[in-house]
C-alpha cells in the first residue's frame, strides 16, 4: 500500500471513529425517539410503524399524540412557560455578566487568570449541590428569612422558595459561567485602539460603548444566550428542587409522562416538540461555533 | 475615572458574592449540631460521623467514581479524535452533520438525550436482548456528554498552536504518526489533562442522564443526593457537599498551578530554542 493510501485510511479512521460513535448514539436515537412518537402503545409495548404482514409492508403512523398535545392547552402553556422562563433566565445572566465580563476583560492581565478561575471555580462544584444551597438559603426557615426577621427589617417570612423567583434564581446561579466565558472571550480580544479613535473623534464613552464595544461583542452575547437559553428550556433538577407548582415546565412533563404515566410515546411527542422548538436557536448556536472555529483556524 | 473604577469594583464582589455565598453556607452548615439544617446549634463533627455508616451514599459514591473514571478516559480519547478531525480536514463529506452532533449535547436538554438514548437502548435490547440497563449504559450516557465537551476543550488548544511547528518536524522527516506523538500530543497534553477533569466532574454530578439509564442496583451518588434534596433539606447532603467543596478547591488549584508552571517553563524553552535559531 503506498503511503498516500495509508495516509487516506488514517484519515477515515480518525474522522470515523467519533463520526460513527455520534451518529448511533446521538442521531440515531433522534429518529428512534420520532418513530416511537407516532407509534401506539399496546399495554406495555409499542407497535411498530412499520409491519410485515402477508407479504405487506404497511406503513402505520399516528399523528393522535400530537394532536392531543395541541388540542390540551396545558401542554402549550407549559411549553410557553419553559421558553418565557429561559427567555427570562437568559436575559437576566445577559445583564449581570456583561458588565462582568467586561471588568474582568480590563482587569491587569496578570490578575485576568486568578479572576476567571474564581468564576470557574463553583462551576467545578457540583451543580447539584450548588442548586440544593438555595433550598436552604430561600427556605421559609431559611437562612435569608432568619437574618431578615433578626435585623426587624420583616414582621413574617417571606415566600421565597418554590415561587417563580426561585426558580429563575436558580438558573440564573447555575448557568452564569456560561454567559460570562464567550462574553470575556470576545471581549477580552475586542482592539481598544478602536475606542481611542472614537474618543479622538469626538464620541462621547457611552456612545463610543454602544456603537463599538456592543457590536464587537455581538458574537459572545449569541453563543452565552443560546448557552443559556436551550438548555434552560428542557431543565429539570433546578425546577424540581427550587420551583413549585405555577412553575411547571415542560422537562418536568417529559419526565412524568415517562416514568410516572409509562407513556412512552406521549413523552416521545414531547422530546420531539421541544427539539422543535429549539432548533432555530440550536442551529444559530451551530453556525456560531463554525464560525468560531474556522476564524480560529484561519 | 475613579467613581468607574470602584463601581467596577463593587460589581464584581457582588457577583463574586452571589457565585459564592450558597458554598459557603453548605460548607458553614455542615458542621451544625443541630439535626435542623437551618437553625444553628453549636460546630460539631456528628453528620460527618454519620456519612460513614452511610450505606446508600458510600455505595453510590464508589459506583459514580468508577464510572466518571471510565468516562473521562473515553470522552477525553474520542474528543481528541474528534478535534484533530476538525482540526486537521477543513472539508471532507458531513462535516457540518458532524460539527452539528458534536456541538448540540452541549445545550441539548439532558432529559432529551436521556430519553432518547434510553429508547435506542430498549429497541436495542428488544432486537438482541442486550444491553441490560447499569453501568454500561451510564458510562455510554455521559460518554455522549463528556465528548462534546472535550471536544471543544482540545480543538481550542489545537487552534492556539502554531502549524510551523508540525510543518518543521514534517520537513526534517518525521512520519506522520512521529509527528503526532512528538510534536503535536505534548502541546495539547495540558488541554487533555483539563479536558480530562472536565468530564470527571460533569460525570460525577450528573443525576438525569443517569436517572434514564439506569437500572436496577446502579444508584449513582448525585441520584441520592437528589432523591433525598427533593424531601427537603438534610445533613447528610451538606456534608457530601463540604466534602466535595474541599476535594474540588484543592484539586483545581493544583492542577492550575502545576499547569501554569508547566506552560511558563515551556514558553521560556521556546524563547530559547528561538534564540538560538
Known sequence: ?298 | MKSRQSLAGVWMAVVFVFLYLPIVTLVVLSFNASPMVTSWGGWSLRWYEALTHDQEMIAGFRLSLAIATLTACSSVLLGTLAALSLHRFKRFRGRTLFVGMVNAPLVMPEVIIGLSLLLLLVSVQRLFGFPERGFATIWLGHTLLGMAYATVVVLSRLQEVSPSLEEAAQDLGCRPLQVFFLVTLPLIVQAIGSAWLLTFTLSLDDVVLSAFLSGPGSTTMPITIFSRARLGVSPSVNTVAAITVAVVSVAVVAASVLMARAQRRRDQEMAAAYRLG
Open chain 1, 1 to 298: 500500500m503506498s503511503a498516500n493510501a495509508l495516509a487516506r485510511w488514517g484519515a477515515r479512521a480518525l474522522i470515523g471513529a467519533p463520526m460513527l460513535f455520534l451518529l448511533s448514539f446521538f442521531l440515531l436515537p433522534f429518529l428512534v425517539v420520532f418513530k416511537i412518537s407516532v407509534s401506539e402503545m399496546d399495554t406495555v409495548f409499542f407497535r411498530d410503524v412499520l409491519t410485515w404482514a402477508d407479504g405487506l409492508i404497511t406503513l402505520k403512523v399516528n399523528f393522535a399524540n400530537y394532536f392531543i398535545l395541541v388540542e390540551d392547552g396545558l401542554y402549550l402553556a407549559t411549553y410557553a412557560r419553559s421558553l418565557g422562563y429561559a427567555g427570562a433566565t437568559a436575559l437576566i445572566c445577559l445583564l449581570i455578566a456583561y458588565p462582568f465580563a467586561y471588568c474582568i476583560a480590563r482587569s491587569p492581565s496578570e490578575r485576568r487568570p486568578a479572576l476567571l478561575m474564581m468564576v470557574m471555580l463553583p462551576f467545578w462544584t457540583s451543580f447539584l449541590l450548588r442548586i440544593y444551597a438555595w433550598k436552604i438559603l430561600l427556605a421559609d426557615s431559611g437562612v435569608f428569612n432568619q437574618m431578615l426577621l433578626a435585623l426587624g427589617l420583616i414582621a413574617e417570612p417571606i415566600k421565597m422558595m418554590n415561587t417563580p423567583f426561585s426558580l429563575v434564581l436558580g438558573m440564573v446561579y447555575c448557568y452564569i459561567p456560561f454567559m460570562i466565558l464567550p462574553l470575556y472571550a470576545t471581549l477580552v480580544k475586542m482592539d481598544l485602539s478602536l475606542l481611542e479613535a472614537a474618543l479622538d473623534l469626538g464620541a462621547t464613552p457611552a456612545q463610543a460603548f454602544w456603537r463599538i464595544t456592543v457590536p464587537l461583542s455581538k458574537n459572545g452575547i449569541i453563543a452565552g444566550f443560546m448557552l443559556v437559553f436551550i438548555p434552560c428550556v428542557g431543565e429539570f433538577v433546578i425546577p424540581e428542587l427550587l420551583g413549585g407548582p405555577q412553575t411547571l415546565m415542560i422537562g418536568r412533563v417529559l419526565w412524568d409522562e415517562f416514568f410516572g404515566n409509562n407513556d412512552w410515546p406521549m413523552a416521545a411527542t414531547v422530546a420531539v416538540v421541544m427539539v422543535l422548538l429549539i432548533i432555530v436557536p440550536l442551529a444559530l448556536f451551530n453556525k456560531h461555533q463554525a464560525e468560531s472555529h474556522a476564524r480560529a483556524g484561519a
